[in-house]
């Protein structure tokens, strides 16, 4: 297990940006993927974007183009940056980690994000 804990969250208009950050208590090095999901009110948690070990990436198609994923082994930090943020990106995000690449079996407590249109 490992704790991870999100930050960055926050209240941003429309077409503003903000970038999450996801701390882990101990190195990323050896995790197979760390990925951003987010879930909004009434609706099922989903997939933002991930990235793996190698450091290919995976975003959701409605956020192609506005969101990446990157991380920092030196700091044991992943980052989710929002650029052009719309009221439909509002939600908790979480970040998650699969670390023997079994499942996403690590989880942070979320951190609100809310687009104001």
């Known amino acids: 297990q490992v704790q991870l804990r999100e930050a960055g969250g926050g209240l941003v208009q429309a077409g503003g940006s903000l970038r999450l950050s996801c701390a882990a208590a101990r190195s990323i090095d050896s995790f197979n993927t760390m990925a951003w999901y987010r879930q909004a009110p009434g609706k099922q948690r989903e997939l933002v974007a991930q990235?793996?070990?190698?450091?290919?990436?995976h975003y959701e198609d409605s956020v192609k183009g506005r969101f990446t994923i990157s991380r920092d082994k030196a700091k044991n930090t992943m980052y989710l940056q929002m650029n052009s943020l719309k009221a439909e990106d509002t939600a908790v995000y979480y970040c998650?980690?699969?670390?023997?690449?079994?499942?996403?079996?690590?989880w942070g407590r979320g951190t609100q994000v809310t687009v104001s249109s």
């Open positions: 998650a980690v699969d670390i023997y690449g079994v499942g996403f079996d690590a």
């Open positions: 990235i793996n070990n190698v450091g290919t990436t």
